[in-house]
């Protein structure tokens, strides 16, 4: 059972940069499908991007082209970078794994069903 803490959240001006990280313990990440959400105030919970097992990312499209996915294996350590941030990007960010949620389903839909998340991270856009 994989254990997750995030961190890397903050305040920061539209149009700036923050890079989320989440390090995972109890397990190796490489055998999860991991991805992030993220809790905006009075909407639903959103899917923002997901990265499998093999490598392969997916994104909302509210966020695509903006921000980044990727873990480091080695370190055990997921990564959401993000650039170009906008008000509407302001929220609770989570990480998320699981082992089984992303077969058949692009990770970034299935990340709102993963068994394992973290307290959340932060960010705000002003």
């Known amino acids: 059972h994989v254990q997750l803490v995030e961190s890397g959240g903050g305040s920061v001006q539209v149009g700036g940069s923050l890079t989320l990280s989440c390090v995972a313990s109890g397990d190796t990440i490489g055998r999860y499908c991991m991805g992030w959400f993220r809790q905006i105030p009075d909407r639903e919970r959103e899917g923002v991007a997901g990265?499998?097992?093999?490598?392969?990312?997916s994104y909302a499209d509210s966020v695509k082209g903006r921000f980044t996915i990727s873990e480091d294996s080695a370190k055990n350590i997921l990564y959401l970078q993000m650039h170009s941030l906008k008000p509407e990007d302001t929220g609770m960010y989570y990480c998320a794994a699981d082992q089984a949620a992303c077969i058949g389903t692009p990770a970034v839909e299935a990340v709102l069903f993963f068994a394992s998340y973290g307290q959340g991270t932060q960010v705000t856009v002003s």
């Open positions: 990265i499998e097992s093999d490598g392969s990312t």
